[in-house]
C-alpha cells in the first residue's frame, strides 16, 4: 500500500490530507520519471504514451474522440492539443467512420503503432523501477 | 486500498501498466474536483492551497523557496509561476532572513492565513466526499 501507517493524534480530515500531500508528490515522481524516461528515447509525454497505449488496445486501433478523452483522463483542450501534436509526428490520424460521420475518430498509424510498440518496454520498466510507492508492485509479480 | 484486484492471465508489466492508467484517473478525478470546488469558492486551484498550507504548517509560516518546492512537489519554474501568482493576489510575500541573505523565502501574509483558513474546511470535505478511490478512507475514520 503506498500509504503511511496512520499518524497518531491526527484527525481523519488531517490523516486523509497528509493522504494526500503524499500521494500528490508520489505521483508527480513517476510521472516526472516516465517523462523523462520516455522522452529521451522515443520523444513521447507519459500522457502521449497513454493516448498511443488506448487506441492501440482498441478495435481496429480507433477510438471516437471523446471515448479518447475519457480514457486517456485528459480534458478535451488538453486532448486536442495531444492529439495535434502526435498527428503533426505522423502517429495518429483524425477520420470519419462510414457508419457514424458526425463523429470524429482517431486512428494509430503505422508509424504510431511502431512508436508505442518501441515505447511499451521502456514504461513497463520505469513503472516496475519507480512505481513501487504507488503502485503494487508485490501482487503484481506475485502473479508471474 | 485504491487499486483494482489482481487480474487473472494478465503479465506483471501489464498489471502494474493497468494500476497506473487506474491510478492516473482517480488522481486527475480527484484533482479536478480540488480545483473545481476550491477555485468556485476561494479562488485557489489544488496546488496553490498546497503551497499555502506548507507554509501554514512552517515555522513562523516562512520557508526558504527551493524547500518549498520540494514539500509542495512542484518544478521549479511551476512554483514561480505559482508564487508570483499569489504574492499578486496579496496572499504571500517573497523575502530574505537577517541570517541568510543569499537565500530567498516565501511567507504567508495576514490575508494568506485566513484564505488558507477558509479554504481548509473545503478541501477536507472534498477529500473526505472524493477522494475514496484513492486514499485510504477507511483507515482514517477508523482513527476516530
Redesign the interface.
Known amino acids: ?3 503511511s501507517a ?1 499518524m497518531a493524534g ?4 488531517d ?3 497528509t ?3 503524499q ?3 508520489r ?4 510521472m516526472c520519471e516516465l517523462d523523462r524516461e520516455l522522452g529521451a528515447a522515443h520523444e513521447l509525454t507519459a500522457s502521449e504514451f ?1 493516448v498511443l ?1 488506448q487506441l492501440a488496445q482498441a478495435d481496429e486501433c480507433s477510438l471516437r474522440m471523446n471515448t479518447l478523452g475519457e480514457s486517456a ?1 485528459l480534458s478535451q483542450s488538453a486532448l486536442s492539443r495531444l492529439v495535434t501534436r502526435l498527428e503533426r509526428d505522423g502517429l495518429l490520424a483524425r477520420t470519419t467512420c462510414d457508419h457514424d460521420r458526425r463523429s470524429l475518430f482517431v486512428a494509430l498509424t503505422d508509424a504510431g503503432r511502431r512508436r508505442y510498440a518501441e515505447a511499451r518496454p521502456t ?2 520498466r520505469v ?2 523501477e519507480a ?1 513501487s510507492d ?4 508485490q ?3 506475485s ?2
Open positions: 500500500m503506498w500509504y496512520p491526527r484527525t481523519n480530515d490523516v486523509l490530507a493522504q494526500w500531500h500521494l500528490m508528490g505521483y508527480q515522481h513517476l497513454e497505449q483522463h514504461q513497463r513503472l516496475r512505481g504507488c503502485l503494487d508492485t501482487t503484481a509479480s502473479q508471474s
